[in-house]
Structure formats: C-alpha cells, structure tokens
C-alpha cells in the first residue's frame, strides 16, 4: 500500500509524517527532505517502535498537528484539503479500474475493479496528474492485449464529489481529445460520459465502474430486461457494439434535453431580466414620487413658514401700532393735565 504524508520533523536516519489518514508515522530517511514536503511511501519505509521517547514524540507531533490546522483554520487555509477526494475518475476496457483525484487533479488512489484492472496499472501511479495516468493505463492495456483491432473502445467517466470556491477537478473533454491526438491510440475509440455522487455509490455498492453504471442506465431505458451483471463483466467494446443504436439515441435525447434545460434557462434568465427591469423601474418610480413628495412637502414647509413670518410680521406691526396709540394717549393725558394745572 502507497501512504501519503507530509513532513513534520527531520531527524538525522528517520522523518516524522503526518498521513493523508489523519495518522503519524515514523519513515527511514532516505534522501534530503524538507519539514512540510509532501512525500509518498510505503510499509517498508515505517519504522515500527514502541518506546517511550517515541511516544513523547508522537505526543508532540500531535500538539503540532493540532496547532497547525488550528492555525491554518484561524487563516482560512484549507490545511488538509490536499488530502481530500476531489473527483473519481473511472476507466473501462474490460480492465475497470477507478482513480480517486485531489483538487490539484493528482492521483491519490487507485482501486483496481477487478482482476485485469490490476494488469494495467501500479502504485508508481499514485502521485502523477490523472491525464498521465490514464493514459498509462491505456497503454498498459495495450501492450496486454486488452485493447486490439477487435477490441478498440475506451470509456472514461468523471464524478465531482467535492465542489468549492476553489476550481475543483472536472475531467474535460479536452483531456479526451488530447488522448486522441496521441499517434500510439489513434485508432482507439474513447467515450466520455460524466456522472453524479449518487450514482457513484449506487456503482460502488455493486462493485461496477459509474462509467458501465451509466451505460447500463442508457441501455435500461430501451431494455428493462438488462441486469447490472449482464454489464459489469462484459468488455466495453462488445456492450457498445451490442446497443450502438440505444445508447446514441439516449445520448440524442439527453443532448436535446440539455438544450431544453438550456434554453428554459435562457428563457428564465431573460424573464428574470425582464423582472429586474420592472423592478428597476418600480424602484425608480418610487424614488422619484419619493423625492417629488419630498419636494412638496419642503414646498409646503416653506409656503407654511412664510406665512408664519408673515403672521408675525403683522402680529409685530400690530403690537407696534397699539404700542404707538398707547404712547400718544398718554402724551395727549398728560398734555391735558399740565393745561389745567396752568389755568
């Protein structure tokens, strides 16, 4: 078995690893090697003890393990994230074999899905972009005769378990044709087909690729008759020549289907434009009755205002003018009493 780790401490003869399955080990040193590498290995390069200072260090290593993903969590780093299935990608000749890919589309691990399947491809795999792998496994096949004139048909299939902000793996059909190109396999038919986390472990529970998994689906709708098994141990090339006819007319109708959904999207996105511009314009409607109001009403607080000042301006003049009369009429009192007095 190929573990996968990366780096912690450097010692003298032995390296210390944290696993892709959450584990701590102690490897042989074998070449120079830096603290956080991500290296590969297998068990012969474990070094098996069981002493106390292996265990001090063990305790230690997993308060650094801990403090780094704490760390890196607190930072936003997905520190165990190279770790993780991404994608599963699946070949079938009649090999089957299934690939498990990180986001960074590199092999992680490699489950053969029957015998020939381990024909065709090593642990030497683990650790290589799946393009290249894929490629080497076909060519594999190849050289054991799996794939000759009579039988000449590949099928790849690619679900995408984990989808993030980061571009996860999605196997393009750009890949296959890159496949194509390659002179050795030109006389190879390749056939693509994607799939979906459910369907995977629907495959998974009976022991079939997802890609034969989907054929069989496509060939189930026209013939409710085929079993699972009748698939699974049959080679690619015969199960497509026997149902050449099914299997274009299902891809047809989920071709048309696709542009159906399609369309439908563009039509519900040009209705939800639509709607956006209606709402835009609600919006801006209101916002202008909104400032209209808002003029009337500053409009009306400044009509209410003058009419104010204009009250006491008047209420003012009026004041002044009984002030006026009052002052005269005493003046005009006083004059009287000053005139009698003096008679």
């Known amino acids: 078995m190929v573990y996968r780790g990366l780096v912690l401490k450097v010692e003298e003869n032995n390296i210390l690893v944290f696993t892709n399955t959450c584990e701590y080990m102690k490897l042989k040193k074998k070449a120079n090697i830096e603290v956080g590498k991500e290296i590969f290995f297998t068990q012969k390069d474990i070094i098996r003890e069981k002493n106390k200072s292996y265990i001090n260090l063990i305790s230690i290593a997993a308060a650094i393990i801990f403090l780094m ?15 993780q299935t991404y994608a599963v990608v699946t070949l079938d000749i009649n090999p089957s074999v299934e690939y498990e890919v990180d986001r960074n589309e590199i092999v992680k691990d490699i489950r053969p899905l029957n015998e020939e399947g381990k024909e065709i491809t090593d642990d030497d795999m683990i650790g290589m972009e799946i393009g290249k792998v894929i490629y080497l496994s076909i060519n594999n096949a190849r050289e054991k005769r799996y794939l000759n004139e009579k039988n000449n048909v590949v099928l790849i299939s690619n679900v995408v378990i984990r989808k993030d902000k980061n571009d996860t793996v999605k196997l393009k059909k750009e890949f296959i044709n890159r496949i194509k190109q390659q002179e050795e396999l030109k006389d190879i038919d390749i056939i693509y087909v994607e799939s979906n986390r459910k369907d995977l472990k629907i495959a998974r529970k009976n022991n079939i690729s997802v890609g034969k998994y989907e054929i069989y689906k496509m060939i ?29 007319k299902v891809k047809k109708l989920k071709k048309d289907k696709e542009k159906i959904n399609q369309k439908d999207i563009e039509n519900d996105n040009l209705d939800r434009k639509k709607q956006e511009k209606k709402e835009y314009k609600k919006q801006e409607k209101n916002i202008i009755e909104k400032h209209n109001e808002k003029d009337d009403k500053e409009k009306a607080r400044e009509k209410d205002k003058k009419i104010k000042q204009k009250k006491e301006i008047k209420k003012e003049k009026k004041s002044e003018f009984k002030n006026e009369v009052k002052k005269r009429l005493k003046n005009d009192k006083r004059k009287l ?4 007095k003096s008679r």
């Open 69 to 83: 993903v704490a760390t890196a969590g607190l930072l936003g780093i997905d520190f165990l994230g190279k770790f």
């Open 220 to 248: 189930f709708q026209d013939n409710s008759n085929i079993t699972i098994k009748q698939i699974k141990n049959k080679k690619i090339s015969d199960i497509i020549k026997e149902n050449k006819e099914i299997i274009q």
């Open 337 to 340: 009493s000053k005139d009698k």
